[in-house]
T-cell receptor, first 116, second 112 residues
């Protein structure tokens, strides 16, 4: 299994540009989430999905869109990039029910985004 | 909504000594408390978790304690080793794998 994969690894955008961060998992996990990580602020939940066709907002959803058309993929869209969106973005997936003994989230390697 | 506070933000201990990281949560309905370790340039990885019906859980040199009344939980690492140097995150959830709220992280450094 490849686990959770994210592309690209690095990206530089100009203010106002749009882009999509890709996330895919091959573990047949129901739940997928997007987090952003900023210095001193930990991991903040942007959007999450409990299954194909179902998404919901997390702690910091403004400026981001998501969709979940398949179990495997959960792309994150920045419609009009702003410098405040400079961050490291992590995608994670997990089983929906108490899979085994935990709700362990499996994280991807991250995408480092800079908006100038 | 849930809020998780984590202390300290940085911690430096001598190799072989113990390290303790503490977290408090705000939502009394939370009942799942995982701890993640993040090494440089990588995504976080689960190291131990605890459910609210258990007061303590141990896995080799790592232990987690939970006080539901006070709404706080702690990570204990004994006999620290250089490979324990990393950023550690606590988190809380209401039995939902989808919405796990993380603390702000603790950067642990092990001095040789």
């Amino acid at each position: 299994n490849a686990g959770v994969t994210q592309t690209p690894k690095f990206q530089v955008l100009k203010t106002g540009q749009s882009m999509t961060l890709q996330c895919a998992q091959d573990m047949n996990h129901e739940y997928m989430s997007w987090y952003r990580q900023d210095p001193g602020m930990g991991l903040r939940l942007i959007h999450y999905s409990v299954g194909a066709g179902i998404t919901d907002q997390g702690e910091v959803p403004n400026g981001y869109n998501v969709s979940r058309s398949t179990t495997e993929d959960f792309p994150l869209r920045l419609l009009s990039a702003a410098p405040s969106q400079t961050s490291v973005y992590f995608c994670a997936s997990s089983y929906g029910s108490w899979g085994g003994s935990s709700y362990e989230q499996y994280f991807g390697p991250g995408t480092r985004l800079t908006v100038t | 909504g849930e809020n998780v506070e984590q202390h300290p933000s940085t911690l430096s201990v001598q190799e072989g000594d113990s390290a303790v990281i503490k977290c408090t949560y705000s939502d009394s309905a939370s009942n799942y408390f995982p701890w993640y370790k993040q090494e440089l340039g990588k995504g976080p990885q689960l190291i131990i978790d605890i459910r609210s019906n258990v007061g303590e859980k141990k896995d080799q040199r790592i232990a987690v304690t939970l006080n539901k009344t006070a709404k706080h939980f702690s990570l204990h690492i004994t006999e620290t080793q250089p490979e324990d140097s990393a950023v550690y995150f606590c988190a809380a959830s209401k039995s939902s794998a989808s919405k796990i709220i993380f603390g702000s992280g603790t950067r642990l450094s092990i001095r040789p």
